[in-house]
């Protein structure tokens, strides 16, 4: 059965910590990897990963694949209260199908 | 411009109703996607849609079922609604492939009393 798993679910720190957030698949015919953000409405698009070992970047948030041991980090520094949310991964298969995991709630406290 | 929209945002109804909710994308993407979100905040794929194929999570009631009346639409419509059918339902789109992210629409919280 195609599975996406993260870790750890929920995740509680004060402005200015780093934090990782784990994300672990096993999906056949996987094509990409995918994390979003979804606040109180919708996920909105962070990044997708393709390739293993290409780091993706967008200000202080950062995301790499490792296709050999199936996971992906997405890291975040300097963290503000504004990055409170949850983060899903998700991943889809060359058929086009999405399979998310359960999410990682994180709250930023001042 | 709403990439992907949704009707009603909000729907509260009685059990064994039938309802419908409607998602439109002005995006031009081949796929469509019914999600439903659960209290825990966990998204379960119900549908995948394009003009070509239905994929369906085998784990859906066959009391959902989606309606594509063209591209750009794919309506869920929903018979004798129980109790647990309450949760949020989202609609998102994508190019097909497996290579492009999808856009969600805004979510319709649905409740049954």
């Known amino acids: 059965e195609d599975k996406v798993v993260q870790s750890p679910l929920s995740l509680v720190v004060h402005e200015g910590d780093t934090v990782t957030l784990n994300c672990s698949y096993e999906?056949?015919?996987?094509?990409?990897l995918l994390w979003y953000k979804q606040e109180k409405k919708a996920p909105t698009f962070l990044f997708m990963l393709t390739s293993s070992g290409i780091e993706k970047k967008s200000g202080r948030l950062s995301s790499i694949l490792d296709k050999k041991e199936l996971f992906s980090i997405l890291n975040i520094t300097a963290t503000q209260t504004g990055d409170s949310a949850i983060y899903l991964c998700?991943?889809?298969?060359?058929?086009?199908?999405?399979?998310f995991g359960t999410g990682t709630s994180l709250t930023v406290i001042p | 411009d709403t990439a992907v929209s949704q009707t009603p945002k909000y729907l509260v109804t009685q059990m064994g109703n039938d309802k419908s909710i409607k998602c439109e994308q002005n995006l031009g993407h081949d796929t469509m996607y019914w999600y439903k979100q659960d209290s825990k905040k966990f998204l379960k794929i119900m549908f995948s849609y394009n003009n070509k194929e239905l994929i369906i999570n085998e784990t859906v009631p066959n009391r959902f079922s989606p309606k594509s009346p063209d591209k750009a639409h794919l309506n869920l419509h929903i018979n004798s609604l129980e109790l647990g059918d309450s949760a949020v339902y989202f609609c998102?789109?994508?190019?097909?492939?497996?290579?492009?992210?999808?856009?969600f629409g805004p979510g319709t919280r649905l409740t049954v009393t």
């Open positions: 998102a789109s994508s190019q097909a492939g497996g290579l492009y992210e999808q856009y």
């Open positions: 999906v056949t015919n996987f094509r990409s």
């Open positions: 998700a991943v889809a298969n060359t058929g086009n199908q999405f399979y």
